[in-house]
Protein backbone atom coordinates (compact mmCIF):
# COMPACT_ATOMS: atom_id res chain seq x y z
CA UNK A 1 0.00 0.00 0.00
CA UNK A 2 2.78 2.33 1.02
CA UNK A 3 4.73 1.90 -2.39
CA UNK A 4 1.27 2.96 -3.94
CA UNK A 5 0.92 5.89 -2.28
CA UNK A 6 4.25 6.28 -3.01
CA UNK A 7 3.88 6.21 -6.74
CA UNK A 8 0.27 8.52 -6.99
CA UNK A 9 2.85 11.31 -4.90
CA UNK A 10 5.60 10.75 -7.76
CA UNK A 11 2.77 11.05 -10.48
CA UNK A 12 1.69 14.12 -9.08
CA UNK A 13 4.76 15.61 -8.41
CA UNK A 14 5.34 15.02 -12.20
CA UNK A 15 1.80 15.85 -13.51
CA UNK A 16 2.20 19.17 -11.05
CA UNK A 17 5.70 20.15 -12.81
CA UNK A 18 4.33 19.92 -15.93
CA UNK A 19 1.58 22.55 -15.12
CA UNK A 20 4.57 25.00 -13.85
CA UNK A 21 5.89 24.90 -17.14
CA UNK A 22 3.21 25.32 -19.08
CA UNK A 23 2.15 28.33 -16.42
CA UNK A 24 5.85 29.88 -17.08
CA UNK A 25 4.59 29.41 -20.88
CA UNK A 26 1.31 31.11 -20.58
CA UNK A 27 -0.35 28.25 -21.40
CA UNK A 28 -3.30 28.58 -18.03
CA UNK A 29 -5.28 26.28 -19.63
CA UNK A 30 -3.74 23.07 -20.36
CA UNK A 31 -1.90 24.22 -17.28
CA UNK A 32 -5.06 23.53 -15.31
CA UNK A 33 -5.71 19.87 -16.84
CA UNK A 34 -1.93 19.28 -15.06
CA UNK A 35 -3.04 20.60 -11.78
CA UNK A 36 -6.65 18.64 -11.99
CA UNK A 37 -4.28 15.25 -12.78
CA UNK A 38 -1.77 16.36 -9.78
CA UNK A 39 -4.81 16.72 -7.33
CA UNK A 40 -6.25 13.61 -8.18
CA UNK A 41 -3.15 12.12 -7.45
CA UNK A 42 -2.43 13.81 -4.22
CA UNK A 43 -5.50 15.48 -3.27
CA UNK A 44 -4.27 16.25 0.50
CA UNK A 45 -1.31 18.95 -1.54
CA UNK A 46 -2.48 22.22 -0.51
CA UNK A 47 0.03 23.25 -3.32
CA UNK A 48 -1.32 21.81 -5.99
CA UNK A 49 -4.84 23.22 -5.02
CA UNK A 50 -3.62 26.70 -4.62
CA UNK A 51 -1.82 26.72 -8.00
CA UNK A 52 -4.69 25.16 -9.27
CA UNK A 53 -6.67 28.54 -8.25
CA UNK A 54 -3.15 30.69 -9.59
CA UNK A 55 -4.17 28.98 -12.85
CA UNK A 56 -7.38 29.61 -13.17
CA UNK A 57 -7.64 33.35 -12.00
CA UNK A 58 -4.81 34.01 -14.51
CA UNK A 59 -7.57 32.99 -16.95
CA UNK A 60 -10.41 34.98 -14.96
CA UNK A 61 -12.34 32.03 -14.12
CA UNK A 62 -12.57 33.42 -10.66
CA UNK A 63 -15.15 31.10 -8.93
CA UNK A 64 -12.69 27.46 -10.12
CA UNK A 65 -10.04 29.58 -8.62
CA UNK A 66 -12.21 30.74 -5.76
CA UNK A 67 -12.76 26.61 -5.10
CA UNK A 68 -8.91 25.74 -5.64
CA UNK A 69 -7.77 28.47 -2.96
CA UNK A 70 -10.51 27.17 -0.77
CA UNK A 71 -9.24 24.05 -0.68
CA UNK A 72 -5.74 24.79 -0.19
CA UNK A 73 -6.61 26.39 2.99
CA UNK A 74 -8.51 23.80 4.32
CA UNK A 75 -5.67 21.82 3.80
CA UNK A 76 -2.70 24.01 5.29
CA UNK A 77 -4.89 27.16 6.91
CA UNK A 78 -1.28 28.80 6.93
CA UNK A 79 -0.18 28.69 3.35
CA UNK A 80 1.63 31.50 2.55
CA UNK A 81 -0.26 33.99 -0.20
CA UNK A 82 -3.11 31.72 -0.18
CA UNK A 83 -5.48 34.45 2.15
CA UNK A 84 -4.55 37.16 -0.38
CA UNK A 85 -4.74 35.34 -3.88
CA UNK A 86 -8.38 34.28 -2.45
CA UNK A 87 -8.94 37.89 -1.61
CA UNK A 88 -8.70 38.59 -4.92
CA UNK A 89 -10.48 36.22 -6.48
CA UNK A 90 -13.11 37.33 -4.13
CA UNK A 91 -12.54 40.80 -5.08
CA UNK A 92 -12.88 40.12 -8.62
CA UNK A 93 -16.47 38.36 -8.22
CA UNK A 94 -17.41 41.51 -6.06
CA UNK A 95 -17.86 39.57 -2.61
CA UNK A 96 -16.08 42.41 -0.87
CA UNK A 97 -16.46 41.62 2.68
CA UNK A 98 -15.31 38.19 2.10
CA UNK A 99 -12.12 39.57 0.47
CA UNK A 100 -12.13 41.72 3.30
CA UNK A 101 -11.72 39.20 5.59
CA UNK A 102 -9.26 37.58 3.95
CA UNK A 103 -7.32 40.28 3.01
CA UNK A 104 -7.16 40.92 7.45
CA UNK A 105 -6.05 37.31 7.65
CA UNK A 106 -2.74 37.98 5.20
CA UNK A 107 -2.15 41.10 6.76
CA UNK A 108 -1.98 39.42 10.14
CA UNK A 109 0.75 36.95 8.70
CA UNK A 110 2.71 40.05 6.36
CA UNK A 111 1.95 43.49 7.68
CA UNK A 112 4.22 44.73 5.83
CA UNK A 113 3.09 43.68 2.35
CA UNK A 114 1.88 46.95 0.61
CA UNK A 115 0.21 44.86 -1.93
CA UNK A 116 -2.29 43.44 0.85
CA UNK A 117 -3.06 46.87 2.29
CA UNK A 118 -3.53 48.09 -1.13
CA UNK A 119 -5.95 45.59 -2.03
CA UNK A 120 -7.81 45.14 1.27
CA UNK A 121 -8.14 49.39 0.74
CA UNK A 122 -9.07 49.01 -2.50
CA UNK A 123 -12.17 46.64 -1.17
CA UNK A 124 -13.03 49.09 0.94
CA UNK A 125 -13.07 51.52 -1.86
CA UNK A 126 -15.46 49.74 -3.57
CA UNK A 127 -17.93 49.65 -0.65
CA UNK A 128 -17.61 53.70 -0.49
CA UNK A 129 -15.96 53.30 2.78
CA UNK A 130 -13.69 55.85 1.56
CA UNK A 131 -11.89 57.27 4.73
CA UNK A 132 -10.54 53.79 5.82
CA UNK A 133 -9.42 53.12 2.48
CA UNK A 134 -7.17 56.10 2.37
CA UNK A 135 -5.88 54.66 5.78
CA UNK A 136 -5.04 51.36 3.80
CA UNK A 137 -2.95 53.43 0.30
CA UNK A 138 -1.47 55.57 2.79
CA UNK A 139 -0.30 52.52 4.65
CA UNK A 140 0.92 51.22 1.16
CA UNK A 141 2.30 54.40 0.71
CA UNK A 142 4.41 54.36 3.64
CA UNK A 143 5.82 51.08 2.71
CA UNK A 144 6.04 51.76 -0.79
CA UNK A 145 6.04 55.71 -1.43
CA UNK A 146 6.48 54.76 -5.03
CA UNK A 147 3.35 53.17 -4.94
CA UNK A 148 1.80 54.70 -8.74
CA UNK A 149 -1.72 52.30 -8.01
CA UNK A 150 -2.08 53.59 -4.59
CA UNK A 151 -1.45 57.08 -5.19
CA UNK A 152 -4.08 56.87 -7.82
CA UNK A 153 -6.58 55.03 -5.86
CA UNK A 154 -5.99 57.39 -2.67
CA UNK A 155 -6.69 60.33 -5.10
CA UNK A 156 -10.06 58.64 -6.39
CA UNK A 157 -10.75 58.51 -2.45
CA UNK A 158 -10.26 61.47 -1.83
CA UNK A 159 -12.36 62.72 -4.45
CA UNK A 160 -15.59 60.98 -3.43
CA UNK A 161 -14.93 62.75 0.02
CA UNK A 162 -15.17 66.18 -1.96
CA UNK A 163 -11.24 66.40 -1.04
CA UNK A 164 -9.91 67.75 -4.43
CA UNK A 165 -6.90 69.53 -2.87
CA UNK A 166 -5.43 66.27 -2.03
CA UNK A 167 -6.98 64.48 -4.65
CA UNK A 168 -4.88 66.54 -7.13
CA UNK A 169 -1.67 66.49 -4.84
CA UNK A 170 -1.95 62.53 -5.22
CA UNK A 171 -2.88 62.64 -8.82
CA UNK A 172 0.05 64.92 -9.28
CA UNK A 173 2.35 62.40 -7.31
CA UNK A 174 1.39 59.54 -9.86
CA UNK A 175 1.86 61.82 -12.65
CA UNK A 176 5.27 62.30 -11.56
CA UNK A 177 6.11 58.16 -12.67
CA UNK A 178 3.72 58.07 -15.20
CA UNK A 179 3.60 61.20 -17.44
CA UNK A 180 2.17 59.74 -20.28
CA UNK A 181 -0.71 58.18 -18.78
CA UNK A 182 -3.71 59.80 -20.35
CA UNK A 183 -7.11 58.39 -17.90
CA UNK A 184 -4.67 59.70 -15.31
CA UNK A 185 -4.39 62.99 -16.69
CA UNK A 186 -8.16 63.12 -16.82
CA UNK A 187 -8.43 62.58 -13.30
CA UNK A 188 -5.78 65.55 -13.21
CA UNK A 189 -7.74 67.92 -15.23
CA UNK A 190 -11.31 67.29 -13.68
CA UNK A 191 -9.74 68.03 -10.84
CA UNK A 192 -8.46 71.55 -11.92
CA UNK A 193 -11.75 72.27 -13.10
CA UNK A 194 -13.32 71.50 -10.00
CA UNK A 195 -11.53 73.79 -8.12
CA UNK A 196 -11.52 76.73 -10.65
CA UNK A 197 -8.37 76.37 -12.41
CA UNK A 198 -9.46 76.32 -16.09
CA UNK A 199 -6.41 77.08 -17.97
CA UNK A 200 -4.44 74.23 -15.79
CA UNK A 201 -7.68 71.95 -16.54
CA UNK A 202 -7.47 73.07 -20.30
CA UNK A 203 -3.83 71.85 -20.58
CA UNK A 204 -4.79 68.36 -18.73
CA UNK A 205 -7.42 67.77 -21.49
CA UNK A 206 -5.65 68.69 -24.28
CA UNK A 207 -3.20 66.07 -22.53
CA UNK A 208 -5.54 63.43 -22.82
CA UNK A 209 -6.37 64.08 -26.29
CA UNK A 210 -2.62 63.92 -27.53
CA UNK A 211 -2.47 60.71 -25.81
CA UNK A 212 -5.83 59.18 -26.69
CA UNK A 213 -7.34 61.65 -29.74
CA UNK A 214 -10.93 59.85 -29.44
CA UNK A 215 -11.68 60.43 -25.86
CA UNK A 216 -14.64 62.24 -26.48
CA UNK A 217 -14.94 63.03 -22.57
CA UNK A 218 -11.61 65.03 -22.53
CA UNK A 219 -12.80 66.40 -25.72
CA UNK A 220 -16.21 67.49 -23.47
CA UNK A 221 -13.45 68.63 -20.44
CA UNK A 222 -11.60 70.97 -22.75
CA UNK A 223 -14.82 72.66 -24.37
CA UNK A 224 -16.08 73.23 -20.46
CA UNK A 225 -12.90 74.96 -19.58
CA UNK A 226 -12.96 77.02 -22.87
CA UNK A 227 -16.03 78.10 -22.04
CA UNK A 228 -15.22 79.33 -18.55
CA UNK A 229 -12.60 81.22 -20.10
CA UNK A 230 -14.38 82.90 -22.33
CA UNK A 231 -12.89 81.55 -25.77
CA UNK A 232 -16.58 80.02 -27.01
CA UNK A 233 -14.97 79.57 -30.69
CA UNK A 234 -12.57 77.17 -29.80
CA UNK A 235 -15.30 75.60 -27.43
CA UNK A 236 -17.33 75.27 -29.86
CA UNK A 237 -15.00 73.16 -32.27
CA UNK A 238 -14.30 71.15 -28.87
CA UNK A 239 -17.93 70.43 -28.74
CA UNK A 240 -18.54 69.74 -32.21
CA UNK A 241 -15.13 67.15 -31.87
CA UNK A 242 -17.40 65.62 -29.22
CA UNK A 243 -20.17 64.73 -31.55
CA UNK A 244 -17.89 63.45 -34.34
CA UNK A 245 -17.15 61.14 -31.38
CA UNK A 246 -20.40 60.84 -29.50
CA UNK A 247 -23.15 62.24 -31.55
CA UNK A 248 -25.89 61.40 -28.69
CA UNK A 249 -24.31 63.38 -26.12
CA UNK A 250 -26.78 65.64 -24.78
CA UNK A 251 -24.30 67.70 -22.77
CA UNK A 252 -22.13 68.45 -25.91
CA UNK A 253 -25.65 69.96 -27.76
CA UNK A 254 -26.17 72.10 -24.72
CA UNK A 255 -23.09 73.42 -24.29
CA UNK A 256 -22.73 74.09 -27.79
CA UNK A 257 -25.74 75.89 -27.88
CA UNK A 258 -25.01 78.35 -25.04
CA UNK A 259 -21.68 78.85 -26.96
CA UNK A 260 -23.35 80.09 -29.65
CA UNK A 261 -25.57 81.75 -27.71
CA UNK A 262 -22.46 84.08 -26.51
CA UNK A 263 -21.60 84.54 -30.17
CA UNK A 264 -24.99 86.06 -30.92
CA UNK A 265 -25.39 83.21 -33.50
CA UNK A 266 -29.16 82.92 -32.18
CA UNK A 267 -30.63 80.02 -34.78
CA UNK A 268 -27.52 78.11 -35.07
CA UNK A 269 -27.90 78.01 -31.31
CA UNK A 270 -31.92 77.61 -31.81
CA UNK A 271 -30.56 74.27 -34.24
CA UNK A 272 -28.32 73.14 -31.15
CA UNK A 273 -31.13 73.14 -28.43
CA UNK A 274 -33.28 71.24 -31.01
CA UNK A 275 -30.85 68.58 -31.12
CA UNK A 276 -30.65 68.17 -27.70
CA UNK A 277 -34.17 68.28 -27.12
CA UNK A 278 -34.30 65.21 -29.99
CA UNK A 279 -32.30 63.35 -27.26
CA UNK A 280 -34.13 64.73 -23.86
CA UNK A 281 -37.38 66.09 -24.52
CA UNK A 282 -38.60 66.71 -21.08
CA UNK A 283 -35.10 68.58 -20.11
CA UNK A 284 -36.49 71.99 -18.95
CA UNK A 285 -32.72 73.48 -19.13
CA UNK A 286 -33.48 73.22 -22.96
CA UNK A 287 -36.25 74.70 -23.08
CA UNK A 288 -35.84 77.60 -20.86
CA UNK A 289 -32.28 78.51 -22.80
CA UNK A 290 -34.31 78.08 -26.28
CA UNK A 291 -37.01 80.35 -24.70
CA UNK A 292 -34.31 83.00 -23.96
CA UNK A 293 -32.99 82.61 -27.80
CA UNK A 294 -36.04 83.03 -29.45
CA UNK A 295 -36.88 86.09 -27.36
CA UNK A 296 -33.14 87.95 -28.76
CA UNK A 297 -34.66 86.50 -31.95
CA UNK A 298 -37.98 88.80 -31.15
CA UNK A 299 -39.67 85.72 -31.68
CA UNK A 300 -41.85 85.95 -28.90
CA UNK A 301 -44.82 83.67 -29.30
CA UNK A 302 -41.84 80.87 -29.55
CA UNK A 303 -40.28 81.84 -26.73
CA UNK A 304 -43.59 81.76 -24.74
CA UNK A 305 -44.46 78.32 -26.11
CA UNK A 306 -40.94 77.35 -25.10
CA UNK A 307 -41.87 78.96 -21.49
CA UNK A 308 -45.10 76.74 -21.41
CA UNK A 309 -43.20 73.22 -22.14
CA UNK A 310 -40.90 74.13 -19.51
CA UNK A 311 -44.28 75.01 -17.07
CA UNK A 312 -45.55 71.63 -18.46
CA UNK A 313 -42.02 69.71 -17.12
CA UNK A 314 -41.74 71.82 -14.07
CA UNK A 315 -44.72 73.60 -12.65
CA UNK A 316 -42.93 75.24 -9.71
CA UNK A 317 -40.27 76.93 -12.14
CA UNK A 318 -40.75 80.68 -11.27
CA UNK A 319 -37.96 81.69 -13.92
CA UNK A 320 -40.35 80.49 -16.47
CA UNK A 321 -43.44 81.77 -14.78
CA UNK A 322 -42.08 85.01 -14.57
CA UNK A 323 -40.59 85.33 -18.21
CA UNK A 324 -43.75 83.82 -19.62
CA UNK A 325 -45.83 86.89 -17.75
CA UNK A 326 -43.39 89.29 -18.99
CA UNK A 327 -43.78 88.16 -22.57
CA UNK A 328 -47.40 88.26 -22.83
CA UNK A 329 -47.19 91.15 -20.80
CA UNK A 330 -45.06 92.71 -24.05
CA UNK A 331 -47.28 91.04 -26.22
CA UNK A 332 -50.50 92.58 -25.31
CA UNK A 333 -48.98 95.48 -24.95
CA UNK A 334 -47.83 95.29 -28.66
CA UNK A 335 -51.18 94.43 -29.74
CA UNK A 336 -52.82 96.88 -28.05
Known amino acids: MSQTIQLDVAGAENAFQQGLELTQQGNYADAIAYFD????????????????????????QYDTAIQGYQAALVLQPDLE????????????????????????????????SEDIWFCQGYCLYATHRYEGA??????????????YEALVSRGDALKELGDWEAALASYSKALEQREDDGDLWFRWANGRKQVGHFQAALNGYQKVISFQPTHWEAWYGQGGSQ????????????????LVLNSD???????RGVALKNLNRLEDSIASYDKALELRPDDHRAWNNRGGVMVSLGKLRDAIACFDK???????????????????????????
Open 37 to 60: QAIQLNPTDAVLHSHLGWAAFSLE
Open 81 to 112: TAHHSLGLALYATQQYEAAIGYFRTALERQPD
Open 134 to 147: IQHFNTALKLQPSY
Open 227 to 242: MKLGDFEAAIASYDHV
Open 249 to 255: SYEAWFN
Open 310 to 336: VLEINPNDTKAQQNRAILVKRLESSQG
